[in-house]
């Protein structure tokens, strides 16, 4: 199967429906990513038990109904002592019901805590590889700056020009926070403008969204046991600070049945967002590379199941017009199964070429959820059979901090000085290199 619009679709779901009816899909999606299936086999384990649980209740309550009833009979003859054995009786199958009902219940939480867990089903497309080296090239862009001198790193660049403030800023924040300044803080203002404009000029509405979201919306759009360690909480309130805009923005409609004719709905959104980074430490780690805070514009659909593939090759091309708008060397590669996380299907990365570090390096992610996340916050459409689970896709357009690298590293000048991209002059008054911060 391919991805253009016209493809059949896959079968995606996660509800208990393909667990109990079809896991041999989901163990071969385990056998691609090459993972074991013991979280397959505990949830239909689970599964069985949480039912049988609740067949075995059905089947006590039926005789706890019609013990009840005799109780009133053996009153009325004046038999004492059978209608206290009766409600001895009924007494004792109340507590098997409620012991039964509590391991019910314990199944079925372990269930579903075990099934949030299990990735998305991958589609064929996604190549088979342990890790990022497995990735394939999908398209090169630009040409690669033959600089003729040799080329700083983005760090020796915001050093060197006072653009960046990293002392200070771990010294009131912490490692990894920064205060921006002068022209490189105007340009990072630019890049939020430009990328909104960009999208909104194609049909999307912009959105700013909440800067924080609750457990039970996070635990719809990402798999929290994985995504949890780089998130910042919020106590005593159990708030998290939003790690990317597509995270609210698609739980934006949790819970909600959505009319055929709202779709597809496509929203840029602009925010702040929070992470506790990690990674090496090399130079191309430093800096304002690899950071806690920063801003990112960010493509989401919200769309018809038929639809998804086209609309993720759509949110490509969307982020490649904007990128080669930016005069900037790149090139977009299609993730394979060992560098896949949970929630996406298929995702293309855009790696910029940052020359200073000698590596192409991860600026963008488009990635098709399918109804992974829908069925998770419970998002539908409505349908003449009942309602189905809509499909979500999100791209990242530009993150701020990581344009900024691969601007300043690709359009540095000799003596220091950046030269702004053609898109962005408009949004800096025409000004056309970036100059060292005034002492």
Not at 1 to 22: C, D, I, Q
Not at 200 to 208: F, I, K, N, P, S
Request: negative net charge.
């Amino acid at each position: 199967m391919k991805s253009g619009g016209g493809a059949k679709r896959p079968v995606t779901m996660l509800g208990m429906a393909m667990f109990r009816e079809n896991a041999d899909a989901i163990r071969a999606d385990h056998d691609r990513r090459g993972i074991p299936h013991d979280s397959i086999d505990e949830v239909i384990r689970l599964d069985e038990e949480w039912r049988k649980a609740q067949y075995e209740v059905d089947q006590l309550r039926r005789r706890r109904n019609e013990a009840a009833r005799g109780i009133a009979d053996a009153k009325k003859s004046g038999d004492e002592a059978g209608a206290k054995a009766i409600m001895d009786e009924v007494s004792t199958i109340g507590s098997q019901i409620d012991e039964l009902t509590a391991h019910s219940e314990e199944c079925l939480a372990t269930r579903d805590s075990l099934r949030m867990s299990i990735p998305n089903i991958l589609h064929e497309d996604v190549p088979v590889g342990e890790d990022d080296q497995k990735n394939t090239l999908h398209s090169l862009h630009g040409e690669k700056a033959e600089l003729p001198f040799e080329p700083r790193n983005h760090n020796e660049l915001i050093e060197m020009n006072g653009w960046v403030d990293q002392a200070r800023g771990a010294k009131v924040a912490g490692s990894r926070f920064y205060f921006m300044q002068g022209d490189l803080a105007r340009m990072e203002m630019a890049l939020q403008q430009y990328g909104a404009d960009f999208l909104m000029e194609r049909g999307y509405t912009l959105v700013q969204p909440p800067l924080m979201m609750n457990r039970e919306a996070y635990e719809g759009v990402t798999d929290l046991s994985d995504f949890e360690t780089v998130m910042y909480g919020i106590e005593p309130d159990k708030y998290y600070l939003i790690a990317t805009s597509e995270h609210p923005l698609t739980a934006m409609r949790m819970d909600e049945i959505i009319e055929p004719s709202e779709l597809p709905i496509k929203m840029v959104g602009v925010s702040q967002c929070f992470r506790r980074e990690v990674g090496a430490h090399g130079l191309s780690d430093r800096g304002i590379w690899r950071v806690h805070q920063f801003t990112k514009v960010e493509q989401i659909v919200i769309c018809h199941p038929d639809d998804s593939w086209s609309h993720h090759e759509e949110l490509l091309d969307n982020a490649v017009g904007l990128w080669d708008s930016l005069g900037l060397h790149y090139r977009v590669v299609n993730i394979c199964t060992g560098d896949m996380g949970t929630v996406a299907a298929k995702k293309y990365d855009l790696e910029a070429w940052l020359p200073g570090a000698d590596a192409y390096k991860e600026v963008v992610s488009c990635s098709n959820c399918t109804d992974y996340q829908a069925n998770r916050l419970r998002m539908r459409y409505r349908t003449t059979d009942g309602n189905e689970a809509v499909h979500t896709l999100n791209s990242t357009a530009v993150a701020t901090s990581r344009a900024l690298v691969a601007i300043l590293e690709q359009n540095q000048l000799e003596d220091g000085r950046v030269s702004v991209p053609d898109v962005l002059r408009p949004y800096m008054g025409g000004q056309e290199a970036l100059r060292p911060l005034a002492s």
